[in-house]
């Protein structure tokens, strides 16, 4: 698949989403905290689901966080990044699920080995939290994303997620995209629109939020499918 028809592709879901009102139930994925996980139960459940392929990928991301646990910080960015760039295709939640949209769990994207945009930076997200960067420093970034040459009037709808080293730092940009982590500034065809992690909303260049994340039922749905894999969010 192309760069411009994988943009394309999350362009669409997200054009969706808030077309029909899901903007604020998509800000929920902001809320997303470990306070344990319970591996046996998850690799019950990757077999159940995913077969034995499943579980080995399943093993694999747990031995890709034993092995970055005494990381730095950047390392540990660059780590799973690479982690989830090389392992996971990218593909539509209509292909994947046969459904306009759906929010996979990490199990779901490894047991699948395939997922959209948001898919990439929910994983990564939780996995970085399991690894101990504090939860504030990382935020779920919707972005408007320039394709062609710089001036290009064709935009589409993105996700990444971005890692801020304080509030007012210049975040650092982990995609699905391409293969390297750069600072926004060197993402000139990434135009942010707001960002958003579990303290709430932030719009433009805010350093505090500027509205609190709702707690939705998609939300509550999906922390039900976590707890039943084997996480305690």
């Known amino acids: 698949m192309s760069y411009k028809e994988l943009f ?6 997200w054009r969706r989403a808030v077309l029909l009102g899901g903007l604020c139930a998509l800000l929920s994925l902001g809320v997303f905290a470990w306070a344990g996980v319970d591996l046996d139960r998850m690799l019950v459940s990757m077999r159940e689901r995913y077969g034995s392929a499943g579980e080995q ?5 747990r031995d890709m966080l034993q092995g970055a646990g005494n990381l730095s910080e950047a390392d540990k960015l660059r780590r799973v990044n690479d982690f989830f760039n090389r392992r996971i ?3 539509d939640d209509v292909v994947v699920w046969r459904v306009a949209d759906y929010w996979a769990t990490p199990i779901e994207f490894l047991g699948q080995g395939a997922g959209d945009c948001e898919d990439y930076a929910i994983a990564k997200l939780h996995s970085l939290l399991e690894l101990g960067v504090a939860p504030e420093r990382l935020r779920m970034i919707y972005v408007r994303a320039t394709l ?3 001036g290009s ?3 589409v709808a993105h996700m990444v ?3 801020y080293a304080a509030p007012d730092a210049e ?15 060197r993402r000139p065809d990434l135009a942010p ?20 994340v709702d707690r939705l039922s998609l939300w509550a749905g999906l922390k039900s499918k976590m707890r039943a894999e084997g996480y305690e969010p």
């Open 8 to 13: 394309h592709t999350c362009s669409a879901r």
């Open 57 to 61: 990928s399943l093993r694999e991301w």
């Open 89 to 91: 295709r990218f593909l």
């Open 148 to 150: 062609g040459s710089p």
């Open 153 to 155: 009037p064709v935009q």
């Open 161 to 163: 997620l971005g890692y």
């Open 171 to 185: 975040p650092l940009v982990l995609d699905n995209l391409i293969t390297d982590i750069r600072p926004a500034s």
């Open 193 to 212: 629109v707001f960002s958003f992690n579990r303290e709430g909303v932030f719009m433009g260049g805010a350093t505090r939020p500027t509205s609190p």
